[in-house]
């Protein structure tokens, strides 16, 4: 049910976006500039309202379980107001209930305003703050006790005050906040580490059908820290999450069907899996698919270099390491791509600033040897010896060659 008062509040409000409506259209049919910028604040102020109201609606709908109307509500409130602090923090705590949404886009979204200094981040910081300050209003519901946990946690890094607010709303059964509080315990953020009480906590979420806890869980039988270890368990949870359309279940099924680990190797599989986590916006399955069209290592395979280049290329577009290796080296050899040697060696730069020693070994190798880059025998050694660092065998051998 609702707070005693809320109905009012929503009538309030409602009247309030029918007025400014009427004044935001008469004002926009008015011919000179001074009357169109109040036009623009109008719209402004009624989207401000607008996402509020919705924002309001959607953390009741969520207290009752409505999951699919709150992100309905919360994706509407988005769309009135792309910088609405509430609605982004609300909708990005649904992921943890709702993985199919574009998490890492709302995390961007997330940090960039919360870090601005410009009279835009100071409003946006401004909108948190009265948000935060309702969230301790009287009397809060567990959705709001979470979501103003999950702030502390994700933003401000406040793990004690997170933990201690996750543990109130957990206790009142709110899912999101059952499984934070696993994750607390599984991390010890704001507690002591306690594996077998995250186990406990994400049993408790997955049971009531928190896809993301069942992720976890499965984890927890796959490594056996906190529990006997169950491979089979954890397969038949992660199948359920993949199917439950969590992309990290997806990308983990994909990987293991790819290398046949505790299940048969299954190509066809494995490539259905990691297009869909890939597709979802998981980065490394577009790398793992990518490796796989480029021939996955193997030889005779079937390659689609093309394809492989395609998918490296929108994988380094979001800094992921080895997705800037593999491009580079699409773009060095022209595999897939016309050849462009100078963005190569741009990227494997990038990479090596990453800690990865297969571009330190190439571009070892093109300081060399003069290939591309001007020759530089000491740059190549430093290079080597960073790759040897990291493991590389053929990096050791030159070295101790050199």
Known sequence: GQRPG???????????????????????????????????????????????????????????RQFRVASDLLTAAVRHSPQFAPALLALRGLYRWQPTLNAHALDQRLEHFSTRSDEEGKKWARAHCAFIDRLAADPPTPTHMYLAGYWRDLVEGQYDSAAALFT????????????????CYLKGFGVVTDLLRAAQLFYDAAWDGHVSAIFELGVC??????????????????????????????????????????????????????????????VDATVNLGYHFSGGGEEG???????????????????????????????????????????????YIRAIDG???????????????????????????????????????????????Q
């Open 301 to 347: 395979a079937k390659t689609d270099m093309t394809k492989a280049a395609a998918l490296f290329e929108k994988a380094a577009e979001s800094g992921h390491v080895a997705a800037l290796f593999n491009w580079a080296w699409c773009l060095d050899g022209g595999q897939g791509v016309p050849q462009n040697r100078e963005l190569a060696r741009q990227l």
């Open 221 to 282: 039988f796959d490594i056996g820290d906190s529990v006997d270890r169950d491979k089979g368990l954890a397969l038949g949870l992660w199948h359920m999450a993949a199917k439950a359309g969590h992309v990290g279940a997806q990308s983990t099924l994909g990987n293991l069907y790819y290398d046949g680990d505790g299940v048969l190797k299954d190509k066809e599989k494995a490539v259905h899996y990691l297009q869909l986590a890939s597709d979802a916006g998981n």
């Open 6 to 64: 809320t109905r009012s509040l929503c009538a309030c409000a409602m009247s309030v976006v029918v007025a400014l409506e009427c004044v935001a259209l008469w004002l926009s049919e008015a011919e000179c500039r001074p009357c169109r910028l109040v036009c623009r604040s109008w719209r402004d102020a009624v989207d401000r309202v607008n996402a509020t109201a919705l924002t309001d609606k959607a953390l009741f709908a969520w207290d009752a």
């Open 168 to 183: 109130r709303s957990a206790d009142a059964g709110q899912l999101g906040a059952i499984f934070s509080l696993a994750f």
């Open 355 to 401: 800690g990865h020693v297969n571009a330190m070994y190439n571009m070892a190798q093109k300081y060399f040897e003069g290939d591309g880059v001007p020759r530089d025998r000491r740059q190549a050694v430093q290079l080597y010896e960073r790759a040897s660092q990291g493991g590389h065998v053929n990096a050791t051998f030159n070295v101790k060659c």
